[in-house]
């Protein structure tokens, strides 16, 4: 605006030149003219703002006239001044398995886009891992999506999809979802999937899912052969990260619920108990796939130590006739496939 503009307003707060806010009692500096009604403005547009006191009736009118403004109305929000992110402390370290049955985690309810969803959304989209969970009725492409459970090494964030609707994803939900770049560690990805492609349009993307890895473990473990049936969370945290089944009471907890109450999930406010059921279930994830990574990188491991070997435990006049370079790789892998399959 040429010449910039002059301000009254009730309230003078500092202002970023990127943030947009409205004004009224507005006049033109050159002209000296007002101009009625609030206008929309950003802040390097704003030349000098007075405080200026208006009638107490005024006041509450446009009061009311603000709180009646609805979140559905912002199509994308953006926080002007996101809180500051707390030192970053691991999640992981914290969990400690099995000295208490009571296990502890720190978790943020979504349940607003003011404040909360924009400030989750700038620490999740700066992870290169984290993990996912999901609860709602029958969650697919027939069913409801309630809550939305996301992990980072620091932090749970528990999104109440129920209350948020499809403008979480479409506010930056989808973005992380479907990042080939940020990788998502999920029990069971299939439900997960469909009902995000029918029902959000969402593609999931760059998916490690720990019930397919511990049925590779297995394979890899047994020579080729395929478990009986896929391992529930439960069962998985059990075998991988050794954890005591009294320790893991929250998922029995959890099933016996829901079995008592098919439309949990839907109750508002959800109790204390359950939303750590919610955090809980997400958070062990990632230490889930760090021991898994690590027992299916044996069989790698154990080719390596066949390569340290194939030369220096062989005779001086035997390599004096081997070409640099050349391969042994036959008899590396003979030697190294006598310790795999069932011991």
């Keep these: ?130 993990s996912v969970a999901a609860e709602g009725a029958n969650v697919c492409r027939h069913g409801k999506l309630c809550w939305l459970q996301v992990a980072t090494n620091s932090r749970v964030y528990l999104f109440d999809i129920f209350l948020l609707g499809s403008r979480a994803f479409s506010n930056g939900l989808r973005m992380v979802l479907e990042d080939k770049r940020i990788l998502k560690v999920i029990h069971d990805c299939r439900w997960l999937s469909d009902c995000l492609f029918h029902q959000y349009g969402i593609l999931l993307n760059n998916v490690f899912d720990t019930q397919v890895a511990d049925v590779l473990q297995f394979s890899m473990e047994t020579g ?63 230490p889930l796939r760090l021991v898994l990574l690590d027992e299916m990188m044996s069989d790698l491991t154990t080719l390596v130590d066949g390569y340290l070997n194939t030369y220096r435990e062989g005779s001086a006049d035997w390599l004096g006739g081997v070409e640099v370079g050349a391969t042994l790789c036959g008899c590396v892998f003979r030697t190294s496939a006598s310790s795999w399959g069932p011991q």
């Excluded at 391992?231 to 998922?251: G, R």
């Excluded at 619920?257 to 109750?267: A, C, D, G, H, V």
Aim: with cysteine; hydrophobic share 35%; proline share 7%.
């Design 1 to 130: 605006m040429p010449g910039g503009i002059r301000c009254l307003v009730l309230l003078l707060c500092h202002l970023s030149d990127h943030v947009l806010s409205s004004w009224s009692q507005v006049k033109n500096v050159e002209t000296d003219r007002s101009v009625p009604g609030v206008k929309m403005f950003f802040g390097h547009e704003i030349v000098n703002g007075e405080n200026f006191m208006f009638p107490k009736c005024c006041l509450n009118t446009e009061r009311n006239r603000m709180d009646t403004i609805k979140d559905e109305d912002l199509n994308v929000y953006k926080p002007a001044s996101p809180a500051p992110e707390a030192p970053t402390t691991s999640l992981l370290n914290d969990l400690k398995y099995s000295p208490s049955e009571e296990e502890e985690v720190t978790y943020t309810v979504v349940d607003q886009f003011q404040q909360k969803f924009g400030a989750a959304m700038l620490h999740i989209k700066k992870q290169s891992v984290l």
């Design 224 to 286: 080729g052969f395929l478990p009986n049936c896929i391992s529930t969370l439960q069962e998985s945290l059990i075998k991988h990260l050794k954890i005591a089944p009294k320790h893991l009471s929250f998922l029995e907890e959890r099933q016996k619920r829901i079995r008592e109450n098919p439309e949990l999930w839907f109750t508002r406010p959800l109790s204390p108990s359950l939303l750590k059921i919610l955090a809980l279930e997400a958070t062990y994830l990632l």
